[in-house]
Structure formats: structure tokens, C-alpha cells
């Protein structure tokens, strides 16, 4: 049973009603279909189709620590590594002879329509990727009809981000500080620009021991990177002892000021104690749903349910936070059975292809969330590079549905897999 990801009416996007074609004659081509037929018509696409080329062309084209602040994580990886590996352990079973007409691959989780089950993971400091950071994200994925969550780590204020996508859909990661005035701002600034949702964030209260950049010597924080949210509140620069001067649009510092502004950053960010009976704390706090993302124990999931959260999101943070963990994708269906359908269950860590995207829902995931891909596509083309991006994720996901027998994401369920053994290392792209 999968009632919490209700099907509505696809966006109105150009990939999906045609394209035109050399001739000049338009129409939709239901073999290929969508943004199929728009590379063929375009004789191919500047950005790369396989998610090895969208990293190796990153890697080509960022400094060495940007890189690898984005791609790596916590000591050998191998956290990493194990939620990419666990798709590979489930096969799609294909079905024939079915109606394929009229798939709708779009949904609605707590109240927030979207085109297609995915949405854009909150990920910090984007301006390492690109200097649209994420604002050209925002854009993005207005166009394409998913949500942006934005960090709390981010580059640019969270007014300016709503202020570059206004028709945007939008929910706020909130890492709750160690500062009662300043964590109630933060809930307040979102919640007056438009965010829609609360996503608590509960897996890095604590950093990882990430060795990348340990090598580096590189620390985007101490440099002012990804405290546009925070240097944009007078409650924190009363805090840094940096003015109170009003920074609407706009969270530059004076050099001066940076050191003592990330030093503040590093004491506040994250508050160390948090339980499951704070959602209330929260809650007094707004009116908007409070999803808790990390949560991957089937024990934790239920406490959290009855301590009031409105959603939950399978989550290890992508490997950045803790080596040798279990895949995000293996805690998924205990943390389905534990919620019992009573609120949303998505997922976030180790999501690549369309086909990964199924293979969560299957699983009971009501959408999922993309971390590395959209900054990836953002270092390789900004803006144009996260809509590739989505549109590859929407036209894989949407075929693969019609694929395996369905009209929509909402039919999806276990018995669309089959486990399999894992595929020899080296034969995938």
C-alpha cells in the first residue's frame, strides 16, 4: 500500500508534449519520447549521459579540494561505495503485453506536488561546484517541477535562493543550532519565504572523518563558504560580533570579518544534544510539516513517529558521515515496516539513475532525494547542467515505469524486484 505519494496532472514541460525536429515539424515520439527525442533532434547533448561521465567531467573542470569536498567521504569510502553497490542487488521485472499509454510519472508527498518522485538533496557550500551555486539549482528544478531542499550550509541566503526561483517548490533543511534565538530565525526566515517544509536534519551532529579533505588542508567553512544563511542573520552576526548591519539579497563579508563569522559557524552549526521529544520544541515553532531525515534503525523510525514527526528520510548522508556503514538502501524496507504507513518515508544516499529511483519506490520510498548528481551536473553546466541532470532521472524513471508494467509511481512495490547476486565489478557505466 503506497497512498502517500498521491499521482496529479505532469507539469507542462516542454520535454514531455514534443520537440521540433530539423524539419521544423513538432510532434511527441512515444517510442523515444521526451528528452530522447530532443538529443536526437540536437544531434546529442554537451553533457554526459552516465553518471561516471558527469564525474569524470567534473573532475576535469574543478580545482582538485572542490572536487573532492563533493565527491568524497568518510575514511575509505566504503559507506560510499555500499549505496551504490546495494541497487545492483535488486532486478526490475520487466512485463509485456501491457497499456503503456498515459504514464504518469508525478506525485504529491506532505502537500507538495512534484513532476517526478525525485528531488534535489541539500547539499552545502554549492558555490565550490559552480558560482551559480544554488540559485541556478533553484531554477532548475522550478523548471523541471521538483523540489529543491535547501541546506542550511549554503552559499547564498535562503531568501535569495526563493527570490531566484519564485514559482520554485522548496523545503528547508534545518540544522538546528546551539542557539535557541538563532534556530527559531532560521525557522521563521524559511517559513516566510515560501518554504514549505522543515526537513531536521539528524546525521551530522558531528562531522565525519572525511581523509579527502583532510589531504587537502581544505576546509570551505573557514573560508566562508556555506554560511550564507547564517552571516544573512542579525542573530548570528550579534553572535560573531560582526555588526548588525542589514544584509537583505545579499551575505557578503568584509574580510575581516570572515574569520571570526566561521569560527561562530563552527561553535553554533549543529546543537550536540537532540532527542525525539525536541520535535515538540519545534513544532511550537511553525506550522510547517517537520520531516527527520538520517533516521536508519527501524526502532529510531517508530519512536520518531510517535514523537509527532510528519515524515522521515532514509538517509546516511551520502557515506560523508560515518565509514563502514550499512547502505541507506538495505535500512529502507525496515524503516517502511517499523512507520507502518503512517507518515512518508523517503530516501536519500547513493541514488544515480532512474532505474535507482524505481528500485527505492519498489521499496517503499515515496520519493527519493539526489545529493552529488545535481552538483555534479552543476560544476559541468550550471543552471542547463542540473536540468540535464533531472531530465535524464525523469525520462529513465518514467520509461522504466512503463517497463515494468505501471502508469504511475503509486502501484510500485516489492514485488516488482527480484534479488540478485551482485554483478561482476567493472561491468556497469
Known amino acids: 500500500m503506497r497512498p502517500l505519494c498521491a499521482p496529479l496532472n505532469p507539469f507542462p514541460l516542454a520535454v514531455r508534449i514534443g520537440v521540433v525536429f530539423a524539419t521544423g515539424e513538432e ?38 579540494p572542490h572536487f573532492d569536498y563533493i565527491a568524497g567521504g568518510a575514511g575509505r569510502e566504503r559507506t560510499v561505495v555500499a549505496n551504490e553497490d546495494a541497487f545492483a542487488r535488486w532486478g526490475l521485472n520487466y512485463r509485456i503485453l501491457r497499456d503503456g499509454t498515459g504514464c504518469d510519472p508525478s506525485c504529491t508527498v506532505l502537500g507538495t506536488p512534484m513532476s517526478v518522485p525525485v528531488m534535489l538533496a541539500p547539499a552545502g557550500v554549492a558555490d565550490l561546484a559552480h558560482p551559480g551555486a544554488e540559485r541556478a539549482a533553484a531554477r532548475a528544478a522550478a523548471d523541471a517541477g521538483v523540489v529543491q531542499v535547501l541546506s542550511s550550509a549554503t552559499s547564498t541566503s535562503l531568501e535569495e535562493v526563493a527570490a531566484a526561483a519564485p514559482r520554485g517548490r522548496r523545503w528547508f533543511q534545518f540544522a538546528w543550532p546551539d542557539d535557541e534565538k538563532l534556530a527559531r530565525s532560521l525557522v521563521e526566515r524559511a517559513e516566510n519565504a515560501g518554504y514549505t517544509a522543515l526537513v531536521l536534519q539528524g546525521d ?57 563569522a566561521a569560527a561562530t559557524w563552527n561553535r553554533l552549526y549543529t546543537r550536540p544534544a537532540l532527542r525525539p521529544g525536541d520535535l515538540a520544541l519545534l513544532r511550537s515553532w511553525t506550522e510547517l510539516p517537520v520531516v527527520v531525515k538520517g533516521v536508519c534503525r527501524p526502532d529510531e523510525a517508530a519512536l520518531l513517529v510517535d514523537a509527532g514527526a510528519d515524515g522521515l528520510v532514509v538517509s546516511n548522508h551520502g557515506g560523508r558521515q560515518l565509514d563502514s556503514g550499512t547502505a541507506a538502501l538495505d535500512c529502507l524496507p525496515g524503516v517502511v515496516e517499523a512507520v507502518a504507513g503512517r507518515l512518508p518515508v523517503l ?4 541514488v544515480r539513475t532512474g532505474t535507482d529511483v524505481l528500485i527505492a519506490l519498489a521499496l517503499g520510498a515515496s520519493a527519493v532525494m539526489i545529493g552529488r548528481p545535481w ?15 533531472l531530465r535524464c532521472l525523469e525520462s529513465e ?32 557505466r
Open 27 to 64: 510532434f511527441a515520439m512515444s517510442y523515444t519520447g521526451g528528452y530522447q527525442s530532443q538529443v536526437f533532434a540536437d544531434g546529442g547533448s554537451p553533457f554526459p549521459f552516465t553518471v561516471q561521465g558527469l564525474v569524470d567531467a567534473a573532475r576535469d573542470i574543478l580545482p582538485r
Open 204 to 260: 551530522c551532529h558531528v562531522a565525519g572523518w572525511r581523509t579527502r579533505e583532510l589531504d587537502s588542508g581544505f576546509f570551505p567553512f573557514r573560508h566562508g563558504h556555506g554560511i550564507g544563511n547564517y552571516v544573512s542573520d542579525p542573530r548570528f552576526r550579534e553572535l560573531a560580533g560582526i555588526g548588525a548591519r542589514p544584509v537583505p539579497g545579499g551575505a557578503a563579508l568584509e574580510p575581516a570579518e570572515v574569520p571570526a
Open 347 to 350: 530516501f536519500d544516499s547513493g
Open 375 to 389: 552538483l555534479y551536473g552543476l560544476a559541468v553546466g550550471g543552471q542547463d547542467g542540473v536540468a540535464h541532470v
Open 397 to 428: 524513471f518514467t520509461g522504466a515505469l512503463a517497463l515494468t508494467g505501471h502508469r504511475g509511481p503509486g502501484t510500485l512495490s516489492p514485488a516488482d524486484l527480484t534479488p540478485v547476486p551482485a554483478p561482476t565489478p567493472g561491468r556497469t
